[in-house]
């Protein structure tokens, strides 16, 4: 066939299957670590929405921090609360300390790179509010200085990990550990679990008017 056609071969049609099942293997397992999240991680769940719940109704604010993708899953997480998740109702004070690039990169320049949360939650974290820190691993050392930070300025900690919780399921008031080893699906349980505490949140706000 002339022009760059491609003719599919039988070749094509085996790597495809071997493709379709991957995908179906990754799924099969994402889909366990939620059903075993299902049995863990309901109680953690409802007690960090608790503290959540009870920092923003004494005028506190939820600050959310971590690296790589949990900075993404930091910065989703802030916008469902500052924006709204699942229906209509007041700004919720959220804040993502991975979102300020000029503020990263003086304190990572200054201070170290182990520093660029910390630095954050002296300058803005108060007694009253709550940090919500993510690290697949539960062993980055500078969300560990961060929480460090944030019980010195007697706010309260809500840890999302995964595994056994590392070092800093030691240091929060709830720790969320993901039941698995795969830092994928720990990241996917994630955002489950920062949807949850969003909805918990919501609701709560509108059963008190």
Request: hydrophobic share 45%; charged share 20%.
């Amino acid at each position: 066939m002339g022009g760059g056609e491609h003719q599919y071969t039988v070749a094509d049609q085996s790597t495809e299957d071997q493709g379709t099942e991957q995908a179906r293997a990754y799924l099969k397992e994402s889909i366990a670590v939620a059903a075993a999240c299902l049995d863990a991680l309901a109680v953690p769940i409802a007690a960090a929405a608790r503290l959540l719940i009870e920092a923003l109704v004494g005028g506190g604010k939820v600050v959310f921090f971590g690296n790589g993708g949990s900075a993404a899953d930091a910065q989703h997480l802030a916008a469902d609360f500052v924006g709204k998740f699942m229906r209509e109702r007041r700004p919720l004070a959220a804040v993502a300390l991975t979102a300020d690039t000029a503020v990263l990169t003086a304190v990572g320049n200054d201070y170290g790179f182990e520093r660029i949360f910390a630095r954050q939650i002296e300058a803005l974290v108060r007694e009253g509010d709550i940090v919500v820190a993510l690290s697949t691993s539960g062993r980055s050392q500078n969300v560990i200085e961060g929480i460090e930070a944030a019980r010195r300025a007697r706010a309260r900690v809500v840890v999302l990990t995964g595994r056994n919780g590392g070092p800093l399921a030691r240091l929060a008031d709830v720790a969320i550990c993901v039941p698995s080893d795969h830092t994928g699906h720990i990241q996917e349980a994630h955002i489950a679990v920062g949807h949850a505490l969003c909805a918990l949140t919501e609701e709560a706000q509108a059963a008190a008017g």
